[in-house]
């Protein structure tokens, strides 16, 4: 099945710091790639997605290109803000034909003023 | 929009009990809701698909005895831990699949986080 590496945290960054959260993946295909944001305590939010080679996601800022070349589907943002402290996984299709995804281990992100 | 509900959001039961967890889209109707578990600081796991008026599938190593699924209609599918023990203590997430083409995307319920004393 297709798997995700995501770069381990926590990643602490100052406020206005430009972000860079690693994503590569292993996947039959092309696959649609997603990045999810989980705030504490809360579930998971649809933080941006891309769907084909090439295309870049965007969302509140953040931004993440879908590169076949690497397998990667970096997320960044230019300047982080303390409300974006939470955790960011990186995730994609299990497999060909099943739609339940599978996560990278997750990216905590702490932003400090 | 595609809003997914969970109730409860917490609870807290006696070992033993059982448990049922509901997950509701709001705002679209799901034909394939998934099950996901989330250990303290861990990513999460997959535990089974639901699909309406069907069995779920389950993940390798997951009871399907123990955790009872049901999808009885468009927007809820409801998870039962039963006779729970304290190491079913976990966030239980689920998500419900928005579309049935080949780019359609999931959106994840708030979870619910289970603690059996």
């Known amino acids: 099945g297709n798997s995700v590496t995501q770069m381990e945290g926590p990643v602490t960054l100052s406020e206005e710091a430009f972000l860079t959260i690693n994503c590569t993946y292993t996947?039959?295909?092309?696959?649609?790639l997603f990045w999810y944001v989980q705030y504490p305590g809360e579930g998971l939010q649809l933080l941006l997605k891309?769907?084909?080679?090439?295309d870049k996601g965007s969302n509140k800022g953040f931004e993440a290109t879908y590169r076949k070349e690497t397998t990667s589907f970096h997320l960044e943002k230019g300047s982080v803000q303390v409300s974006d402290s939470a955790v960011y996984f990186c995730?994609?299709?299990?497999?060909?034909?099943?739609?339940?995804?599978?996560f990278g281990s997750g990216t905590r992100l702490q932003v400090q003023p | 929009g595609a809003v997914v509900s969970q109730h409860p959001s917490w609870v807290i039961c006696k070992s033993g009990t059982s448990v049922k967890i509901e997950c509701r889209s709001l705002d679209f109707q799901a034909t394939t809701m998934f099950w996901y578990r989330q250990f303290p600081k861990q990513s999460l796991m997959l535990m089974a698909t639901s699909n309406e008026g069907s069995k779920a599938t389950y993940e390798q190593g997951v009871e399907k005895d123990k955790f009872l699924i049901n999808h009885a209609s468009l927007t809820l599918s409801t998870l039962t831990v039963t006779s729970a023990h304290p190491e079913d203590s976990s966030f239980y997430i689920c998500?419900?699949?928005?579309?049935?083409?080949?780019?359609?995307?999931?959106?994840f319920g708030p979870g619910t986080r289970l603690t059996v004393l």
């Open positions: 995730a994609l299709p299990m497999d060909t034909g099943r739609r339940a995804l599978t």
């Open positions: 996947a039959t295909g092309y696959p649609s």
């Open positions: 891309a769907t084909k080679a090439d």
């Open positions: 998500s419900a699949r928005k579309g049935t083409g080949g780019t359609d995307t999931q959106y």
